[in-house]
């Protein structure tokens, strides 16, 4: 079993949303950015 855990509390607080997003993209995380973008866009405003 392989586990992979990212932490990206901080990335968030740090790093424009949009383009964290793309980054992972771009790095191949396509899969998961789906799920980040739902949660961004419900919490975008909250984290600012």
Do not use: C, N, T
Request: charged fraction near 35%.
């Amino acid at each position: 079993m392989i586990v992979i855990y990212f932490d990206l509390s901080k990335a968030f607080d740090k790093v424009p949303h949009r383009r964290l997003l793309i980054k992972l993209e771009a790095i191949g995380i396509r899969r998961y950015e789906d799920l980040f973008s739902v949660d961004l866009a419900a919490q975008e405003d909250a984290w600012k």
